[in-house]
């Protein structure tokens, strides 16, 4: 078939064809134009810091290929503790000199900068109000509501030591209770930087006491440590699931 056959085929076919079908086929097209027009750059190679840009112009990454496979690469973003994988077929690819990639890799430390310190203000705070909670739990004993949990009715306040079991999912979750809404609670733990929503209707709630919550704090803390261990080595996959382990309380 010639150019101008295909090109009559295709004004002729539009009609017939729904509008998933043909977005289906410009993708494919999109597909072929991209391998065609940009493939594989000359002189790529393990080593090569290049910059990639998915065909849709949406994402896009700067890197340095560890390894080359058969229809793309894997590359390294600057300062990253992962890797991307880039097929020659959707991504437009080309290799960056030393002064663009200096720029990226400065653009990198900064975020990382940022996200860090971002990172330890927001756990700071998150500690201070979890210590507030503490605090002044006596007083708002005073005031509790009560929630209806799959194991009934149960009496919380901003302050209050809890374990909540979501048994559909076979969830764990602890901490100290620091807001409470008609149906459920936000709780605040050592081993996280963010509070989590219980929906107390999917959870078992048990109140802790003193004593227990001693116990609880100082695993939760333990598992923290572990964790950011782990980060720092670039191990977190290998980390156990601590969200399925009942922490025992003798």
């Known amino acids: 078939m010639d150019d101008e056959t295909f090109l009559a085929f295709i004004r002729n076919s539009v009609a017939a064809y729904d509008l998933e079908t043909l977005e289906k086929a410009v993708k494919t097209l999109n597909d072929n134009i991209a391998s065609r027009r940009w493939g594989k750059p000359p002189g790529l190679e393990v080593g090569s810091h290049v910059a990639a840009v998915d065909f849709d112009g949406v994402f896009g990454w700067y890197g340095t290929v560890i390894r080359m496979t058969g229809q793309g690469c894997i590359i390294e973003p600057p300062g990253a503790?992962?890797?991307q994988r880039i097929s020659f077929k959707r991504f437009i690819m080309r290799i960056v000199d030393e002064f663009e990639w200096n720029r990226a890799c400065l653009a990198a430390e900064e975020r990382a900068r940022e996200?860090?310190?971002t990172k330890v203000r927001e756990a700071a705070e998150l500690e201070a109000d979890r210590n507030d909670a503490i605090k002044n739990r006596a007083q708002t004993a005073q005031r509790p509501k009560t929630l209806l949990a799959m194991n009934g009715g149960?009496?919380?306040?901003r302050g209050a030591l809890v374990h909540a079991y979501r048994p559909d999912w076979d969830d764990h979750e602890y901490g100290v209770v620091v807001g409470v809404t008609p149906k459920a609670l936000d709780l605040s733990s050592p081993e996280t930087t963010w509070t989590r929503r219980i929906i107390a209707a999917k959870h078992e709630?048990?109140?802790l006491d003193e004593v227990q919550w001693q116990?609880?704090?100082a695993e939760l803390r333990r598992r923290r440590e572990e964790y950011e261990a782990a980060e720092e080595s670039?191990?977190?996959s290998d980390l156990r699931d601590y969200s399925k382990?009942?922490?025992?309380?003798g």
């Open 205 to 207: 709630i048990e109140l």
């Open 154 to 157: 149960v009496s919380v306040y």
């Open 245 to 249: 382990v009942q922490i025992p309380l």
């Open 215 to 217: 116990l609880v704090d």
């Open 81 to 83: 503790k992962y890797t």
């Open 234 to 236: 670039g191990k977190t």
């Open 115 to 117: 996200f860090a310190e």
